[in-house]
Structures are given as structure tokens and as C-alpha cells.
């Protein structure tokens, strides 16, 4: 027994000293990178001679820059847009209990996640060259839709695995048009997990780089396609800020993602009662 | 109990097949139903990334450029008789062709001639420059202007390229070339670097994924034995790297290696290394072992930690209560229960592993570029479509098998993401 | 949600705004980046804009071409005017992606010295490709001559090169005792070419970065990356002088070379660029990119206009040329593409 006992805390201590070395080496980049971006030198070391805003202002005031941010926000949101109603269509019909060939149909619609993003922009490359969809703000659209539907597709399945598909029928017994039960009972009770699609859907999107690399010019470069040449080329400590200001952006997200899990756990708990 | 139908089974019978019958038809208006709401998202996909995927591939066997530029000299080759130097026809109809194609076109039929024989695109560009604006007879103008012109072996090059199919850069992305003869043998050592570059991806992915088993297990029992305010305060710390921008990672961790890095400076303050001797931390496979581990971590922690979360604990307490030593209760039961969360993590970040290009381009030297760098050159450097499709279909294929196992393993819709 | 919906609208605009090609007033010129484009944008782009009111978009490349000749070849030609090298010049004339210069429009081709007036590119600056060290690093005497390049006994430590065989090859054989003069001659044969490899095999493992961006290799000397590094004159100049850094150029067997403006075929703004290109090509505007970095002008006339305290940072200066070698573009137009290919794999070896 008392073998056990301290045989338990050492499992307990070893644990702590791996695993929590291994979550610290998982936040360490991610704090470490966001002081120097408060530095008043153009360097990377610590200690940090002064503290300055300078590398902000330069993100702030740079055409260059800023041109990459809006072109980014536009994007990602007519992405998530189009990713949203595409996948979320999609995911009830695979969630029907009579849909057919509903393994082989995911895998396909979910391939997007897995096959080697270089391979898809390659081949997008090559065909939107061919319709005259290159350096086009549309052709990034299209194709950041590709990749982001299906994070759609999986939470939404997700989300309608917990749906009690009964309350359709009681809807459509009490006299209610298919459109009708899937607004007004279906989507209100799948909402979280539709919303966490979309998150996912615009966080692909404005995390994008192979693809922008490929078929974005000059005047559609994005903010990711901007930081891969910076970091590439001269690594100035406008990248070290840029990437706080999507740090902040990233703990937002996240945020709000756990809050609409939390909620959406909280519906199928209410839904069982 | 005579087998006499009466009237009412025989009623009954025709109600049950006409019941089945409209049951049938209501159930294949719902599957209908059913696909009329997938259509949209298969139909755009398939538009937008199957289909060019698709048309990608075809072009690792695709050779019928020269063909079509060259129309006259393909069917004056055709009579040839591929040992001596050929006659003025044929040196005629290459000029004929090369009278009326673009200069885009002859410089497209020169970089895919060169794939066969180093040097014969210059030779071509030049003599196509001379020719445009030479007369008859031009077996002495084309061999005025280059003396190779004479070779017959310059000629068999051309034959060898007029077939509309070739399995030359599907065999080149494995290192391997067909000789003359027609036989598959290896490239010149200086020519072989596929394989080299296949082995490294596979390497790399797999060193990559058995570092987040070694950190990530550990990391995830940590966090399935944690209540409360430590384990979300855990799950914080693995979830806030996996929605930080990629680029914010690879750039932070680009700062973090470098020679004057966060990392080097510290040790330097520490006096742990001499200043003038920082580690080599970045532009090497170090750098991209660390930086890849660190950005895959979270698809290997979270299935585990989900698999670990639903083991019961009556389990553990079950088998010390038999007498089970702490460690085989561990060995025999915990492992092998939390086991398809490191068989799903695994493959999941050995599958992404296998893809990777942004961060082994940026923290990696050039013996650290996995097969994805080399696609994106071949597409994007040198316009060499055959190679990148090839080395894209290798891949693919790849990733595909993989997928497929993982499929039948842990099954796609249990794909968890966040 | 109304600022939502409001977001949505400005983005809807945004996107149809954005989507059809530019207005005539804008062109988009794409050059090397770093403090060279910079030198641009103060001599040129800034005053030219000021002006005519003609916006300058500004892009960047690594002289790759495969990126250019896809523009050209599926019609989507964003680049306006691009900055390129010689060999360049030659093969996009014979591959027919770049237009012919009109030099009825500037001036005539005589006004130009020799060379820098080609068919599809006319030639604004001459550089020097050399290679540099950080003298900090050498308290007992640097570096002097292109085989101390490759002579990591004698100076220890990590290098940078560019990672393409323009230059890099010619560096190997003049390191490797080719005379500067004959290294086209030696280069042109494939044992020449096997013996720039060999060479460059000695320092591989001392190569700790091969740099696609000229702003790389201040930076790599600045930030201790590396002791030396092969670059391009002007920035290791601009390095000097504009942030202190104590960096030595060792001019022994530099590579001259010019920079030229090309119009690559069917590009939007045509006329816009065109005119844009006839006002540099002037001697007075022409000479003053001098201020600003250490590359010689390419007109005859505006050789006298350029400032007295930058001439001997020339690469064209007595000094500087006793042992150089101008980069062939006729070699490089016709072997770019198979050495590239070679050297990319030699890399990946």
C-alpha cells in the first residue's frame, strides 16, 4: 500500500515534469515572441534595451501592410460565408438517417483537411489559369471555401449527432413546412456548432499561405502571404508584432469557441432532460 | 390448414407489396432529399479541387506538347530509321515547324527535349532564332549553326519525345530513367535526389510523429488526471497554440533558434555556451524537428486526451485491488486502453507531417525540404508540370492510403477537431 | 449585428472594388527589394508620383522567371515593369515574353554605355556582385581575395551564398585559380561546370544560409548568422552607411553586372509604364539613385552627375575592377534553366 502510495506520487511528479515541460514548451514561442515586439531595438534578444511602439506604428502605417490585413478580412469572411451555407447543407443531408453512401461521401468532403495543401494549390494553380481566376480576390475566395468547408461539415455532423431528429417530425405534425422546422426548431438547436464551423472555416482562411503563395498577385497578397516573405527576407520586428495583434486574435477565438461548446453542452444536456 | 388462399390473404399480399412499393418510393425521395442537400458542397468541390487535382495528375504522363508543336518533324521521324544521320526531309520539316510555331511554343518544346538530354534546349532556342530566316537546303543550316545537328543520337532524343504518354517523370521521381534500349535503369548520381528527398519526408514525418507520442502522452495523462482550474488551464495551453496563425508559430520559433536568438543569448547569459560559439539551432534539421513537433503537438494530445478522459478510473482501482503492481496496472490496462488515442493522434500527424512545406521552408536548410518544396519549385521555379505532378501523385497517393487506414481504424466522422 | 452586416457591405464593395484590374493612373513595378528597391522609390517612384499623380505599386522577386513566363503565358500579366538582369533580357526576348524597348522614346541606344542597351531591357544601374565580411569578426585581418572565400582554415566560420548558380559557379572557378577573364570559357564546358561543383563542395557544410533576397545578406552579417557572405554591393554600402555596421567588401573577382527595366508582354498598363520608364532614362533623374546606393549609372550623360564622395564605392571604379569579370547574359540565357536545375539538386544532395 504504501509502496503504491508513493510509487502514485511519483507517476504524479514525473508527470508534472514532462508533461508540464511539454506545455511549456507548447506556450513558450508564443509568449516569448510578444515582448519583443515592444522593442525599441531591431533586434531579438533579450534583455531589450528600450520599449517602444515603433514596429506597431510601422504595421500601422504601411501600405504595404495594411493593404495584406484588408485583403485578408475580405477574403476569409466571403470564405466563411460560402464554406458555412455549403457545409452546413451538406452536413444535414449526411446526418439523414436514409442518406446514401454517407462513408464514402464524407471522406470525400472531407479530403480537403488531409490531402497535402501544396498538391490542391498546385492543382488549382494550374486550373484557375486556365479560367482566369489568378490574382483574383475571387479565386482566393474559391478556394480558401474548399479548404475550410470541411471543418463546417464535421462540427455541424457533430452538433446534429446530438439533435433529436423526433422534434422534426413532431414539427412537421403539428403542421410545419420542412423550411419552416429546419429554421425555426433545427438551426437555433445546431447554432453552436455552426458558429464553430464558421470560426473554423474564417481561422483557415486567414491562416492561408500555400495557396495565396500560388494563385494571389502582388495586389492580393494577405497577411500570411506578407509575414512568409518578411520572415523569409528580413526579419524585422513588424513581423514580432503583427504576430502579437493575431495572437490577441487567435485568444479571442478561442474564447469564444469554448464558450459556444460550453453552450452547446449545456443544450444536449437540457435536450435529454 | 388447407393451402387454399382465401380471398383476404390474397387482398392482403397485393397491400403489403403496394405498401412496400410506396415505402420504397418515400425512401428513395428521401435519399434523394438527402443528396440534393450535399450536391452543392460535392459539386463545388469537385470543381474546385478534385477535378484540377485530377487534371494535375494527368500531366505526369502527359507528353503531347512537342507532338503538337512539331506536327511535320513527328511524321517525317516516323520513316527514320534511327541509326544514321537523317536526310535533308527531315531537317526540312523541323524547320518548317519551327518556321510556324510562336517563340513561346519552341521554347516550351526545348525545356521538355532538355529533360532528355541536358544542353538541347540552348541548342534549339539557337538554332530556332537561325532558322527562322534561313532557306533550303537546311541540313547544312541547321548543322552550320550547331554541329550536334549531325548526331543521330540528338534525333532518337526527339523520337523518343513524340509518344503523347510517357512514364518519364513518374520513373524520374523515383530516380529511375528507361535507356535506350527501353530498359528502367537509375539516373546519374548527380540526377538522384527524389529518393532521397521521399526517404527524408517519410523520416522526418515519422521522427515527428513519435516526438509528439513521447511529449504528447505524458502531456495528456497529465491532463486527464487534472481537475478543475489545472485542467483547463492545461487544455489552455494546448488549444491556444493550435489556433495561433502557423506563420506567428514558425516566425516565433525562427526568432527564438537564431544564432543571436532568444534561446542562444539565454544559454550565452546563463554561461552554459560561449558567446562566440552559439548552438546551430535553425536552417537545420534541428530547427525543423522542434518547430514541426511544436506545431503538430495538439493533434496528437487531443485524441489521447479524449481516449484517457473516458477510461474509467473503476478500472485502474480494479486491478491494484486484484494485487496488479502499480506499473503492470499501467502496462496491461491503461496503455492499452488509452491506445486508440495515440493510434488516431499518430496518424494524424504522421498524414499532416508527410504534407508539410511552409515551416521546413522557413526554419530548414536544403537538406531538410520534404517533398511538398519540391513540388511548389517544380510548379513554381522551373515550370517542370511533369515533375511536379509526378512527385504530387506519389504523395498523394501517400496520403491517401494513410487516410484510408485511418478511415477504417478510427473511422473519418470521428475526426475531432478543437 | 448591424456593424456585421455593416462589415459585410464595406467587404462586398471592397471585393468588386477590388477585383477588376487597376485604374490607368497605377502601374506596378517589380524589383529586388530591400535597400535597392528603396533607392528606387526615393530617386524615382516618390518624385514620379508626385509628379503625374501615377501610383506605384511595388512588388518583389528573386529572378526566378518561371513566375513571369506563367503571367505571359495564361494572359493574367500583374507586373507592369520588371527589374531583371541581362540573361534575362536575352531569353525573354527569344522566348518572346518581354516586349521590345522602343529606344526612339529614350533617347537612342547610343546615349547608352555599351551593353546596357539591350533589345527587350534597357539597363538603369551597374552592380557588383562581391563578397563581404563582418570585420568584427576578423580582429587580425580579413579576408582579401575570392579563394579566402572558400578557405575555411584560414577564416573560420559560417557563410551565406545565393542559392542560384548565377555568379556562385563563376566564384567557385576564379577560387579555384581560373583567371577572371576565361571563366565563361571554363564554365561552358561541362568538365568546367564539374569542377565549379567540386569547389563549391569544399565549403557546402559551411554554408549555413544560400539567400534568395538581396536584403538578406546585411542582415545575415548583422545578425551574426554568418562571418561572410557572397552580396550585392549596394547593400553591403547601404549596411555602412545608414546603420554604422563595420562590413568590408573584398572586391577581388567581383561580378559586374547591370539591372534593367523590361515590360513583360501584354501587361495592363503599357503607356503608363512606358512613360514611367522614358522619365528615369533621363541623366538627371537617372543620377540620382547614386545618392542613395552605391550603383553607377548606365547613361553616358549622367556618368558626370553622379555625387564625388560615392565614386570609389562604385563597382565601376579603378579599384574595384583590376580583377573583375562581366556576367555574361549570352551564357546565362542559354544555361540558367540547366544549371538552376542542377544546382537545386546538388543542394538537395
Redesign the interface.
Known sequence: MNTALSFNRLVTLGLWVVGGGTALFLIAPIVAIVPLSFNAEPFFTYPMPGLSLRWYEEFFASDVWQLALRNSIIVAIFATILSTILGTLAAIGLSRSDCPARATLTAILISPMIVPVVVAAVGIYYAFAAVGLLNSLTGLVLAHTVLGAPFVVVTVTAALSGFDQNLMRAAASLGAQPVEAVFRIMLPLIAPGVASGALFAFVTSFDEVVVALFIAGSEERTLPRQMWSGVRETLSPTIAAVATLLIIFSTLFLATIQWLQRRAERQKLTQFE | MAMVLSDETVKTAIDTAALTRRLRLL?RR??V??????????I??VS?????????LT?SIDNSDVSRALPTTAAALATWNGRDVPGEPLFAALAADLKAS???D??EVA?RL?NYE??I??SL??TA?NIRNAQAPFQAAFIDVDARWANPERWSVFKQAMPKMTDFYLLAALDLQRSEMGQITGVTP????HL??LLRTFAVSLSVTILCVL??Y??????A?SKGWVANA?L??????F??????????????L?????VN??LIWLGLIDAAQ?L?LI?NRIGVLIAMT?IL??FMVLPIYSVMKSIPPVYLRAA?SLGA???STFWRVYLPMSMPGVSAGGLLVF?LA??Y??TP??VG???D?MV?Y????Y?????N?GM??AL?AI??VA??IL?AIY?RLIG??R???? | MGTIIRLLQTSALGLALATPALAEDTITVTSWGGAYTKSQEQAFFAPYAKETGVKILQDEWDGSTAKLKGMVETGQVTWDIVDVEPGHALQGCDEGWLDEIDYSKVGGKEAFIDGAAMDCAAATIVFGTIYAYDAEKFPNGGPTTMADLFDTEKFPGPRALRKAPKTTLEFALIADGVKPAEVYDVLGTPEGVDRAFKKLDTIKKDVKVWWTAGAQPPQLLADGEVVMTTAWNGRIYDAVKNSGKNFKIVWDGQGMDFNLWAQPKGAAHKEAADKFIAYTLTPDVMARQSQYISYGPTLKAAIEKVPADILADLPTAPDNTKTAFVVSAEFWADHDEELTERFNKWLAQ
Open positions: 425512401r428521401s435519399q432529399k438527402a443528396l440534393l442537400l450535399v450536391a452543392p458542397l460535392m463545388f468541390l474546385v479541387f478534385v477535378l484540377p487535382i485530377g487534371v494535375l500531366r510562336s517563340r513561346e519552341v521554347a525545356k532538355n541536358s544542353g534546349r540552348s532556342l539557337k532564332r548527380k540526377n538522384a535526389v532521397d528527398v511529449t504528447g505524458p502531456l495528456a495523462a497529465l491532463m488526471r492545461l489552455i495551453l494546448v488549444l491556444l497554440p489556433w495561433t496563425s502557423l506563420l506567428v508559430r514558425t516566425s516565433a520559433w525562427v526568432v527564438l537564431q544564432s543571436r536568438g532568444v543569448s539565454g552559439p546551430d536552417y511544436h503537438l495538439p491494484s503492481p502499480p506499473f498524414i508527410l504534407g512545406y511552409i521552408a522557413l536548410g536544403p537538406r525540404q511538398s519540391f513540388i511548389a519549385y510548379a513554381n521555379q522551373v515550370t508540370w511536379a505532378a504530387s504523395l498523394l496520403v491517401l487516410y478511415n473519418i466522422d475526426l475531432r477537431i478543437g
